[in-house]
C-alpha cells in the first residue's frame, strides 16, 4: 500500500488552513455559529439560500484543503479556499463601507482584515516551492567528498 | 424589480467575480510554483546522477595505470619468449 506524504511545506500550510476552513464553518452552520447580518455582497444571495448554509462551504473548502495537503496538483484546493476568502473579504469590505453604527463599521472592518489578511497569506502560499524529494544533506556531503577527492588528485 | 434588489444582485455578481478572479490568480500561482518545483527537482536529480557518474568515472580511471603496467609485463614476457608484440594503435598514448 502506498504511504500517504503530506507533499511539501505547501501541504503542511494546507492543513492548518483546513482547520481555519473548518473554524469558519462552525462558525456559520454549527450549533455554535452566530450568524452575523448579511455583509453588503451577499445579501442577494442570503435572500436566495441563508447565510448559515453557505457557511457548508466552508466545511467542503476544508475536506477539498484536507486531500489537497497530500496530493501533487494542490491549485485546485487553494483557488477554492482563495476564491472563498476573496468573496467574505470583498463583501465584508462594502459592508464596512455602508453599515449604519459604529458598531457594525468595527464588526465588519475586523472581519474584512481578517479574510483579506488570510487571502494574502493564501496568495504567499501559492508562490511557495516545495523542496525536492531528495536528501539535500546527503547529496552536499558526496559534492564536498568528490571535490576533496579532485583537490588530492591534482596536489592543490 | 427595485432598484434596492438590482443594487443587491451587482454587488453580489462583483463581490462573486473578485472571488473568482482570485480563485484564478491563486491557481495561477499555484501551478506556476509547482513547474518550478518540478524542474528544481529535476535539475537536483540531475546533479546527483552526475556525481554517480563523476565516483565511477574515477574508479574506471584508477584501473588504467595497472592495465598499462600489465601490457608492459605481456610485452616484455612475448620479448623474452622471442616473438614480437603486435604494435599498439597510432592514436594510442601510451
Known sequence: MKRLHINGARGVTLLG????????????NSPLAVIPPAPAGLVALDALIPLQWWGLVWYLAAAFLFVGAFRQDQSKSMALFAGLLAVWAISYAGATLTAPTPRLTSLFGMQTVIFGGLLTSCLGVARLLNAPPVDISALRKRVHATE???DHGTGT | MGPELSMDLLKTALTIAGGVAAAALTGWLTRKSQKESAHITALTNLVDQ???????????????????????????QIYKLGGEPADADPDLEL
Open chain 1, 17 to 28: 488552513f483546513s482547520l481555519v476552513a473548518v473554524v469558519f464553518g462552525v462558525a456559520f
Open chain 1, 148 to 150: 576533496g577527492e579532485q
Open chain 2, 50 to 76: 552526475l556525481q554517480e557518474e563523476v565516483v565511477r568515472a574515477k574508479g574506471d580511471a584508477k584501473q588504467v595505470p595497472m592495465w598499462r603496467r600489465y601490457a608492459q609485463k605481456l610485452r616484455s
